[in-house]
């Protein structure tokens, strides 16, 4: 059974940085799209970013090319998202989530879903 939790969220002021985990288990990763997701109040659930294992090809939302880097550690089958540069606009809940197929990003692709981590940025 597949099961994705994040960790690393919190609260942090505008401009500031925060780093995202998602460690998974449950499988052999070598084969999954690995994706963040968020969802701000009041707002549907929109894409961040996404990676595979092989080969690390990372694709970003615009909002976060820049800013943001997803990365993988396979050995530790984690999943990060460093966050730079942080505004206002970038407090929502952050969502890990796994496929087991090629990179999506659309939310209905995604089989498996972690619990998510709250990220605030104040101003």
């Known amino acids: 059974q597949v099961q994705l939790v994040e960790s690393g969220g919190g609260l942090v002021e505008t401009g500031g940085s925060l780093r995202l985990s998602c460690a998974a288990s449950?499988?052999?990763?070598?084969?999954?799209?690995m994706a963040w997701f968020r969802q701000a109040p009041g707002k549907e659930r929109e894409f961040v970013a996404v990676?595979?294992?092989?080969?690390?090809?990372?694709i970003y939302a615009d909002f976060a090319k820049g800013r943001f880097t997803i990365s993988r550690d396979n050995a530790k089958n984690a999943v990060y998202l460093q966050m730079n540069s942080l505004k206002p606009e970038d407090t929502a809940d952050y969502y890990c989530?796994?496929?087991?197929?090629?990179?999506?990003?659309?939310?209905?692709?995604?089989?498996?879903w972690g619990q998510g981590t709250q990220v605030t940025v104040s101003t």
């Open positions: 989530a796994a496929r087991q197929s090629v990179r999506s990003l659309y939310e209905r692709d995604y089989q498996y």
């Open positions: 449950g499988d052999t990763f070598s084969n999954y799209a």
């Open positions: 990676i595979r294992w092989n080969p690390n090809s990372p």
